[in-house]
């Protein structure tokens, strides 16, 4: 399982990626393994807003269902729309190909208070 | 008892190994104040052949010499002895619910045939594996458009069954939602500029197809207000031999198309059971309550079939599933779907027109007495007439052992003319002896 | 422990070899089992299976054209033997109850009488209409009647409503009255109180009535403590929704203190009938302070459910809230039996839920079966039933792990804790036991088991079945230390392998179209 130590996470498994104004969100590979083959997955519309800790969409696996929580509050500024199409990508590369929406955060301040690396790996253990 | 295996040393010699002395100590969870201290109060038991005295009895009160002319929601027809053969091999009768696909490819593949010969009849993309009957599927149809459009209002033609609209009426009663009823015309087909005027808003307009009064209602003028409101349009058919000779409601405008089958392979047997039919296009499928069968591969690439899109339903989603639907009316959607493969693309055609032909000669010969439908507009098999006095047509036949038809007054107390109204059916078992005799008997 | 399946490990040898799995020119895999098409891919033009009198060349001209539709493209055009061959050999795809045993637990999956068949196709069953002239009636009217107050007395309740078509129909219906009868006292109340240990039509039919579910948590011996459940209830809550026994074959022993304390905030006490088999005749949900409680007649009352139904969902009630249930009703006015109908006769009722009245058909089946065992013959089915389950847990105690020592009645629940250091998980042991012969167990059930593997063998099921079956699953926990790797590749006896779920929820293939692809 890998965790990557630039990115920021949830106690909910997502993570979070600043790049330059934008923040990319996305699942973590414990996620999606604990899903298992996700099949259908439920984004937000551009331009729509989300709030720190409130569901912005829906991920599915065969077997189960998984709201998918903002990690900072915002707007949303881009949809990864190939995902609709090829929800593997999620299960085969949940940090790059696998990445769901781009939020322009309106309090850059909410990054800090989320976990690092080390921290979220502390999380997962603890869930084991 | 023949249905219980157990001798009594295979009792005492699992009660061994279970390390119980009595059947009785198995039952010490439940505190004694709460297990019942004498027999149950029910009828003693009967041998097989008591048992079939006995309901033979019952059966030999009800009255079923001829085929009944009401049909108004259930139908006679003929269902050739090799449905029935076929359905009862156990292998089909005595399965589950197909959880396990491996050894349940008989039953998948079946209800993927189901599904197939709805979305062909319907003209529409998506069939679900069936629900319970014509009723609750108009109510779930409502529900999938308040989920789709995000409205709370629904739009129902009062053409539309009866049954059906109390049934919706009672499922939202708990949602909230608000149903406007829209008023049928003098030629009982469903008044467009009430209509028009009701659908502002709506998440959904429902309209009969074939309607209640047996009248091919103005589905494509429904469609297209309904289309300018943004509100879905559900066709609710009740007499799906219909389809054989009337445009597919999805080629007519339908997003949804409802009602039952039972038409198809399936006894009246009193009102159900019966298989409820539940179609849609293809965008609202992750709103589509009921279990749906898709296909696959095994792990060898071979064709095989399972349940899919599960995470729409109760087991998975719980309080957030698309409905708590579980059990649907599979073993009546196979028989539909057995029936369907005989008639085939000639056989469904053929049996469509023979209904609506019946359905003209019953006119014509109650013309010749003197008897006029109600309802100016055209019909497939069933029709309302006039009558005089609808009851006591009813009473006199009900003597005759003919069920005569359906008094409309007890549907719609209120028409002006619904005093006289009779509604018939008229399908292929209706003879045309049978039917120059009812005529007769009608107004003798 | 003999092998009655007379299954060996060896057997799987060459089993999937293509050879042997190659079709014959005659279409046949194995022995007399076939490959066979869709009913759509198949078939010649002209062809059909029916014989009926041909309608007239003016049959439809009366009609607007634009409304008639020609022959539908795509129908089938097949002969009669074409239609018989194709489902007779699709049913030898199925296990049926009366393949083999169906162990399926919550499921209830026992004999179903021939008889009750027979029975429900005398044509005054079959062929009466629903809106027939109640003289017509009166024979289907009498066995409602009876069925009804059968189905009372069994539940210890007042009166039952016949009409829910299935049991989460009848959970529908049941949280209707209750709203209804809240809402007759002012105030139809906000929440449903539902432990986590439900079938998920609970929470769904709560949410259908608009209300908020509240789950509570089952205790470390699987069973609902008063003290949760007094933690939970306030004035905003309608009901609990309980499973007696739960789903973990348990018996609530708590219950009437519970229904004490739910009934002192002034809620509602509703039981999910799922698991009646285990109580028949020896103790009754009446008794124990449950107001509302539905049935599901096709597990307790045998009535076939052919693939997923129908089925059929009576809901009984104390007489506080007989006023509330569904239209149509039974009644008796001398010797006369009549529908009621009209909301005038019931001003409190709820509506109609249904069509008609019901699923009829399943309800002559039911009585059939119920006539047939009598009194003792349906506390002999709860007896029997729980025997078979505790036999079963006894058997396979040191195989399997047992995470609750309760004592269980109708069902037992494993999960795959002992088989986890080898890599075999729950699905694999259920795969593996169809190479045997057998259906799998209800897996994954309830949630609050991680892998439960939840056996219901019920009371139909001989001393020496159950004994072949608990020979399989030791046979299994056996192979799973000794070659995991054969039990991830099972099962390789029927029709077709493990089937990939994941591609047909990613690409939804969900009717035939020509050229189909999957």
Same mark, same amino acid.
């Given at each position: 399982m890998t965790i990557p130590d630039d990115l920021k996470y949830t106690k909910d498994h997502e993570w979070a990626r600043p790049k330059g104004a934008r923040v990319l969100v996305g699942i973590t590979d414990f996620a999606q393994d604990q899903l298992g083959d996700v099949v259908f997955v439920e984004l937000p519309a551009v331009g729509d807003e989300v709030k720190k800790g409130e569901s912005f969409g829906v991920v599915e696996s065969t077997k189960a269902v998984s709201e998918l929580f903002a990690p900072i509050s915002g +707007?949303?500024?881009?949809?990864?729309?190939p995902l609709v199409e090829a929800p593997e990508n999620i299960n085969e590369d949940p940090y790059e190909e696998g990445w769901m929406i781009a939020i322009e955060p309106s309090?850059? +301040?909410?990054?800090?208070?989320l976990l690092d690396a080390k921290a979220y790996k502390a999380h997962v253990d603890e869930q084991g | 008892m023949r249905y219980h295996p157990h001798t009594p040393e295979d009792v005492r010699a699992m009660l061994d190994v279970v390390g119980?002395?009595?059947?009785?100590?198995?039952?010490?969870?439940?505190?004694t104040p709460l297990r019942l201290q004498r027999p149950l109060q029910v009828p003693p038991a009967l041998d097989e052949i008591a048992l079939f005295g006995e309901l033979g009895r019952m059966a030999a009160r009800?009255?079923?010499s001829h085929p009944p002319?009401?049909?108004?929601g259930s139908y006679p027809h003929h269902v050739p002895p090799t449905v029935d053969q076929l359905l009862l091999r156990g292998e089909f009768?005595?399965?589950?619910?197909?959880?396990?696909?491996e050894i349940a490819q008989g039953t998948l593949q079946a209800l993927f045939e189901w599904q197939t010969f709805v979305c062909l009849l319907t003209g529409l993309d998506v069939s679900n594996a069936?629900?319970?009957d014509g009723a609750t599927a108009t109510a779930e149809a409502a529900l999938m458009a308040t989920r789709v459009t995000d409205r709370s209002k629904v739009v129902i033609s009062a053409a539309v069954h009866p049954a059906y609209r109390d049934t919706l009426a009672t499922y939202l009663r708990s949602t909230g939602d608000e149903i406007v009823t829209v008023p049928f015309g003098a030629d009982g087909r469903t008044d467009l500029a009430a209509l028009a005027r009701a659908?502002?808003?709506?998440a959904a307009v429902i309209v009969g197809w074939p309607n209640a009064l047996g009248v091919i209602d103005a589905l494509p003028e429904a469609a297209a207000i309904a289309r300018k409101a943004g509100a879905l349009t559900v066709a609710v058919t009740?007499?799906?031999?219909?389809l054989g000779l009337l445009q597919a409601p999805g080629a007519l405008g339908a997003d949804v198309a409802v009602g039952s089958?039972?038409?198809?392979?399936?006894?009246m047997a009193y009102g159900g059971p019966a298989p409820g039919f539940f179609a849609i296009r293809e965008k609202y499928v992750r709103q589509m309550p009921g279990r749906v069968c898709g296909a696959t591969v095994d792990k060898h690439g071979r064709r095989g079939f399972v349940l899919t899109?599960?995470?729409?339903?109760q087991h998975i989603?719980?309080?957030?599933?698309?409905?708590?639907?579980?059990?649907?009316a599979g073993l009546c959607a196979l028989a539909s779907t057995m029936h369907l493969a005989l008639l085939g693309r000639q056989g469904l055609a053929d049996l469509a027109r023979l209904n609506h032909e019946r359905a003209r000669l019953l006119r014509d010969e109650l013309g010749k007495v003197g008897v006029k439908p109600i309802f100016a507009g055209p019909v497939f098999n069933e029709q309302a007439f006039d009558v005089g006095d609808a009851e006591a047509v009813v009473a006199r036949l009900a003597k005759r052992?003919?069920?005569?038809?359906?008094?409309?007054a007890r549907w719609?107390?209120?028409?002006?003319?619904?005093?006289g109204a009779l509604l018939c059916v008229a399908t292929e078992l209706h003879s045309p002896e049978l039917i120059q005799l009812f005529a007769k008997a009608v107004k003798p | 422990m003999s092998n009655q399946s007379g299954w060996k490990p060896d057997m799987e040898k060459g089993a999937t070899s293509p050879a042997l799995d190659a079709p014959g020119l005659?279409?046949?895999?194995?022995?007399?089992v076939h490959e066979e098409p869709l009913l759509f891919e198949h078939g010649s033009k002209g062809r059909c299976g029916v014989s009926l009198p041909a309608p007239g060349?003016?049959?439809?001209?009366?009609?607007?054209a634009a409304l008639v539709r020609g022959g539908i493209e795509g129908l089938p055009e097949l002969s009669e033997l074409e239609v018989v061959r194709h489902f007779t050999r699709m049913s030898l795809w199925n296990h049926g109850i009366d393949t083999g045993f169906y162990p399926l637990g919550s499921c209830t999956m026992k004999y179903n009488p021939k008889s009750s068949e027979a029975l429900a196709r005398l044509p005054g069953f079959a062929g009466?209409?629903?809106?027939?002239p109640a003289e017509h009636a009166q024979g289907a009217l009498e066995l409602m009647y009876a069925l009804e107050r059968a189905l009372s007395e069994i539940a210890g309740m007042d009166v039952t409503t016949?009409?829910?078509?299935?049991g989460a129909h009848g959970e529908l219906t049941g949280m209707m009255v209750i709203r209804a009868w809240h809402a007759a006292h002012g105030n139809p109340r906000k929440k449903v109180l539902i432990p986590?240990?439900?079938?998920?039509?609970n929470p769904a039919s709560a949410a259908l009535n608009g209300y908020a579910c509240v789950q509570l948590a089952s205790g470390a011996d699987g069973r609902l403590h008063p003290d949760t459940v007094a933690a939970a209830?306030?004035?905003?809550?309608a009901a609990i929704m309980i499973t007696n026994p739960n789903t973990l074959g348990l018996?609530?022993?708590?219950i009437a203190e519970i229904a004490r304390i739910v009934h002192a905030r002034g809620g509602l006490v509703y039981g999910d009938?799922?698991?009646?088999n285990a109580l028949l005749?020896?103790?009754?949900p009446g008794d124990m302070g449950f107001d509302v409680i539905q049935y599901n007649l096709h597990k307790t009352f045998a009535?076939?459910?052919?693939?997923g139904g129908p089925g059929s969902g009576p809901v009984a009630v104390k007489a506080t809230l007989a006023?509330?249930?569904?239209?149509?009703v039974v009644v008796k006015e001398g010797e006369q039996y009549r529908l009621?109908?009209?909301?005038?006769?019931?001003?409190r009722t709820i509506g109609?839920?249904?069509?008609?009245?019901?699923?009829f058909g399943m309800m002559v089946r039911a009585w059939a079966y119920l006539r047939e065992l009598g009194p003792e013959g349906l506390k002999a089915t709860s007896d029997l039933a729980v025997l078979n389950a505790n036999y079963v847990r006894a058997s396979l105690q040191g195989d399997y792990n047992?995470?609750?020592q309760t004592d269980s009645l109708h069902e037992v629940v494993f999960d795959d804790t002992a088989q986890k250091e080898a890599g075999v998980t729950t699905m694999d042991v259920a795969k593996r036991l169809i190479d045997h012969g057998f259906h799998p167990p209800?897996?994954?059930?309830?949630?609050?088991?991680?892998?439960a593997i939840m056996i219901e063998p019920t009371e139909t099921e001989s001393k020496e079945t159950i004994d072949a079956f608990v020979a399989a699953l030791k046979a299994i926990a056996e192979e799973a230390n000794r070659d995991p790797e054969a039990l991830k590749a099972s099962?390789?006896?029927?029709?077709?392998?493990?089937?990939?779920e994941t591609r047909a929820a990613r690409k939804p293939v969900l009717r035939w179209t020509p050229g189909m692809k999957v």
């Open positions: +707007k949303v500024v881009e949809v990864n729309d309090d850059p +301040k909410e990054l800090t208070e | 119980k002395k009595s059947v009785s100590e198995l039952f010490r969870s439940i505190p009800n009255v079923v002319f009401v049909g108004a009768f005595t399965a589950y619910t197909p959880y396990q696909p069936s629900v319970y659908a502002e808003g709506a009740a007499e799906a031999v219909s089958f039972q038409s198809f392979g399936n006894s899109l599960s995470t729409r339903e989603r719980r309080e957030k599933a698309t409905s708590n639907i579980c059990t649907n052992g003919l069920a005569a038809g359906l008094p409309l719609f107390p209120d028409h002006p003319r619904a005093r | 005659g279409g046949a895999v194995r022995g007399l060349a003016k049959a439809a001209d009366d009609l607007p009466l209409h629903p809106l027939a016949l009409n829910p078509a299935a986590d240990t439900a079938h998920g039509t209830m306030d004035d905003d809550v018996f609530e022993s708590d009938g799922a698991n009646m005749g020896n103790a009754r009535t076939p459910h052919g693939g006023p509330f249930l569904p239209l149509p009621v109908t009209d909301p005038k006769e019931r001003p109609r839920i249904h069509g008609f009245h019901g699923n047992l995470p609750y209800t897996i994954y059930f309830p949630l609050v088991v991680h892998g099962p390789s006896k029927p029709f077709r392998a493990r089937l990939d």
